[in-house]
């Protein structure tokens, strides 16, 4: 094993343990001094964006990608506002969620614990070295981080204003790390740390996290691809499913919880196509659609097999006309990554009917898929929105990085 991946191990194992005996009080003073030293660093954190603005721009980096990448301001008040909403949460760890007598007399607890030392390999959006640091942190985790190239200066930049504030609470900085060398070569290596990480976490697109399920060892927890889909039902107010649409492709459509595919009923096709199509020509939105689709609008290419599978992260948009609310179903059950899906219904029964045959991680009714958030639900920020049903499903916030051990109590009794 590379020596510093095995020198970050030790250090972020023992940072863990000396991490998990932290009390509630402790962790919440680390939060707010981390919060308070983004605020301290702004101005270099900044100017380390800069530098890795110009070089992607430089490489070409497309639009989306480099707007994920930027930092302002009020993205820097964003994550730190994080940190003092994540302090106010209450604490996972050491809650007992139930105290059974079993037959022997015996006490039998369940009790949240952290589950250790957490890697995380994620692209080009430096808010997630503090978002993930906060959430890890408050868990009673330790972790080690592995940006992208294209944020190197600004992950960098973050995780010293986040160790600073760290040794001001009293704790080691090694509770969070960043490796600093993005080669592929030492990513290999980090998914292989077993005996020092006890999950990895890959963030970002079907590439990386396809490559990380297939070479590590150790244990993965999927996060999501976000192939999502937008249902207009034959009852559906058309003026709410403009408004929904416009906001779940275009507010953000570089992040994964934006659609890339719409489906249409085609009892309301014809009035439908061209009022969507009018509100999302001020975003240049490239429309590439089946054959009903693209004979309504001039502007629609047709689409592709391929288009019908993809996350775009981008202003395009994918269109499908379907004959039935089935059709439909077997459309989004056909390409859905089971991140989230939404129906724009005024029945209730076709309402209902969605959220029991869609499997999703979220399913929405009358409203946009970008509510699929960590904050948006509550959790002060999110680790990854997991599309598997393993351990976790959906946004994965603090109660999501622990897992349980059992405590028992005893009087001398002995198994006979």
Do not use: W
Not at 124 to 147: H, Q, W
Not at 237 to 263: D, F, G, Q, Y
Not at 319 to 348: C, L, N, R, W
């Amino acid at each position: 094993m590379n020596s510093l991946l095995q020198e970050m191990g030790i250090a972020a194992k023992a940072a863990a343990n000396s991490l998990r005996k932290a009390s509630t009080k402790q962790k919440n003073e680390g939060l707010l001094a981390m919060e308070a030293a983004l605020y301290t660093h702004q101005d270099a954190i900044l100017t380390a964006n800069a530098k890795d603005i110009a070089a992607a721009a430089a490489n070409g980096l497309p639009t989306p990608m480099i707007e994920r990448l930027t930092l302002n301001p009020q993205r820097i008040k964003g994550m730190a506002d994080s940190f003092k909403e994540i302090a106010q949460l209450p604490d996972p760890v050491g809650y007992v969620e139930e105290m059974t007598k079993s037959a022997d007399g015996l006490t039998i607890g369940k009790q949240r614990v952290p589950l250790g030392v957490i890697g995380i390999i994620y692209e080009s959006r430096p808010n997630v070295t503090a978002d993930a640091s906060a959430l890890c942190f408050k868990s009673g985790n330790a972790v080690i981080l592995r940006g992208g190239k294209e944020a190197l200066e600004s992950n960098k930049a973050i995780m010293t204003a986040l160790q600073a504030g760290l040794a001001d609470a009293g704790f080691a900085k090694e509770t969070l790390q960043l490796i600093p060398d993005p080669s592929r070569e030492l990513a290999s290596e980090f998914m292989k740390m077993n005996g020092y990480l006890d999950c990895l976490i890959p963030r970002g697109g079907a590439g990386l996290i396809q490559n990380v399920l297939k070479n590590a060892t150790v244990p993965v927890i999927e996060t999501g691809v976000g192939n999502c889909h937008l249902y207009i039902d034959k009852d559906a107010e058309l003026e709410m499913a403009t408004r929904i649409l416009v906001n779940a492709k275009c507010s953000r459509p570089s992040v994964c919880n934006s659609i890339e595919t719409l489906v249409v009923h085609e009892a309301i096709a014809n009035a439908f196509l061209p009022v969507f199509a009018e509100a999302l020509a001020p975003y240049k939105v490239e429309l590439r659609g089946d054959a009903k689709t693209c004979s309504s609008l001039s502007e629609a290419v047709p689409a592709t097999e391929e288009d019908f599978a993809a996350e775009f992260s981008d202003f395009i948009l994918a269109v499908k006309v379907v004959s039935s609310y089935d059709d439909a179903i077997a459309h989004i059950q056909k390409y859905s990554t089971g991140h989230s899906e939404v129906i724009v219904t005024d029945h209730y029964q076709t309402a209902q009917n969605f959220l029991n045959d869609i499997d999703a991680a979220a399913v929405y009714i009358n409203a946009s898929s970008r509510f699929t958030d960590g904050g948006c639900f509550g959790f002060g920020g999110e680790i990854g929105i997991s599309t598997q049903k393993l351990h976790a499903r959906g946004p994965m916030g603090l109660k999501e990085l622990t897992s349980y051990k059992y405590i028992i109590y005893g009087e001398g009794q002995i198994r006979s």
